[in-house]
């Protein structure tokens, strides 16, 4: 059974940092390409980073680029989304989803930057 769970989200002021834990159960994150996307309020679902399987290669939106990075931690089975230099705009719930955006996720994580 697939299960992903997200952690790590919370209040932050602008220009703080977070990061975000996605661990997954029922099937190995290194065999997958996965991705991390968010819903901010009254929006639709955005795209932030994709890793790709086996090798790890990573993508992000322009939106985040240099901002975010993704890693995975094999051994764990979890990934990561380290968030810098957090704005308003990066308010939303943040998701990992499984094989492609719209696939399976977790419940989510709510992050707020505010001051």
């Known amino acids: 059974q697939v299960q992903l769970v997200e952690s790590g989200g919370g209040l932050v002021q602008p220009g703080g940092s977070l990061r975000l834990s996605c661990a997954a159960s029922?099937?190995?994150?290194?065999?997958?390409?996965m991705y991390w996307v968010r819903q901010a309020p009254g929006k639709g679902l955005e795209w932030v980073s994709r890793i790709s399987a086996g090798g790890g290669f990573t993508t992000y939106a322009d939106s985040v680029k240099g901002r975010f990075t993704l890693s995975r931690d094999n051994a764990k089975n979890t990934l990561y989304l380290q968030m810098n230099s957090l704005n308003s705009e990066d308010t939303a719930v943040y998701y990992c989803a499984n094989g492609s955006p719209s696939g399976p996720r977790g419940q989510g994580t709510q992050v707020t930057v505010s001051s």
């Open positions: 029922g099937f190995t994150l290194s065999y997958y390409y």
